[in-house]
């Protein structure tokens, strides 16, 4: 199948294949919503975004955030799934156990549960530990969305909350994968990035059968904020494009990669993945 950046952008008149982001704003402009957004535009689909909440947020932290109310939430996703269309999406910050409710009862009645793919990003902390969902929403994000989902996307720290184990090695990622699939995902994908002690960073997809592995060498950087929205997006982008899991998993993986080999700085604090990466001729991606 025709890698999702060999595909031409959407044509005059023609409609291109559309995804939806439920997640939360980053006010910085590295993660959440806007780093979906910029990846889907980079990846030919049109983007649509459910908004969860609003996040006060630059490249020193999270100082606060602001829950956007339920029925608001449920009404983009109704809103744009009756007219628009969704062919693929993906959740990131949800914040709290309503509003994570609010979207599993949402895209049932919408009638996408189990017809469109769902990649469940379960965003508990921003990249230096910041809560950005409650910690009493943790039995909600484990027994009521993760096993609506087609594709589960957790880091190392949110593997840690959800099962309780830590990974340290191949064996303890691969108990983490069984674990996590046993909440009734189809596919799991436990993200090594944050073994920092290891050289490769390591992803490893599981579907209760067969493990695959993604793996890429290292990148020396602290820029790297929003790698793992980057990731889902594109991952979404290329499910929407029709790539099976595995396909969109591997795709995802090399672009997010391009995306932190061309991390730049910004403010005082961590940088940002460069989710253009792809427009640089100059070869640093
Ligand atoms: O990268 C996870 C994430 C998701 N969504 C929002 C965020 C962050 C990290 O900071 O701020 C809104």
């Known amino acids: 199948m025709t890698d999702p950046t060999e595909l031409p952008p959407a044509a005059p008149g023609h409609t291109p294949r559309r995804v939806m982001t439920i997640a939360g704003s980053d006010s910085g402009g590295s993660a959440g919503l806007q780093a979906d957004m910029r990846t889907f535009a980079m990846l030919g689909v049109h983007g649509c975004a459910a908004v969860t909440a609003v996040t006060v947020q630059n490249t020193l932290g999270v100082s606060a955030f602001h ?5 608001v939430v449920a009404g983009q996703i109704t809103a744009v799934a009756g007219d628009i269309g969704i062919e693929a999406a993906k959740t990131g910050m949800l914040a709290s156990t309503a509003i ?3 979207v599993v009862a949402t895209w049932r009645s919408a009638g996408l549960t ?10 508990c902390a ?9 910690p009493s929403a943790l039995d909600a994000m484990r027994h009521e969305l993760i096993p609506t989902a087609t594709l589960i996307t957790p880091n190392l720290d949110e593997v840690r909350l959800l099962v309780g184990i830590d990974v340290v090695d ?3 990622q691969r108990e983490a994968a069984r674990a996590l699939h046993a909440l009734g995902p189809q596919w799991t ?25 993604y793996a890429a060498s290292r990148v020396d950087t602290r820029d790297d904020h929003g790698a793992g ?8 982008a290329a499910l929407a494009h029709g790539h099976t899991v595995p396909e969109a998993v591997g795709f ?13 700085p910004l403010g005082h604090g961590l940088g940002t993945v460069n989710g253009l990466a792809r427009l640089l001729d100059d070869g640093s991606a």
């Open 67 to 71: 829950e956007v109310p339920t029925d």
């Open 100 to 102: 994570i409710r609010a």
């Open 114 to 123: 189990g017809s469109v793919p769902l990649l469940v990003d379960p965003v």
């Open 126 to 134: 921003s990249n230096v530990g910041e809560p950005l969902l409650h």
């Open 170 to 172: 191949d064996a303890t």
């Open 189 to 213: 994908l436990v993200k090594g990035g944050h073994l920092r002690t290891s050289r490769i960073s390591s992803d490893l997809l599981f579907d209760g059968a067969d493990f695959h592995e």
């Open 229 to 236: 929205d980057t990731l889902a997006a594109a991952i979404t």
């Open 252 to 264: 995802g993986k090399r672009w997010v990669t391009d995306c932190i080999h061309a991390a730049y």
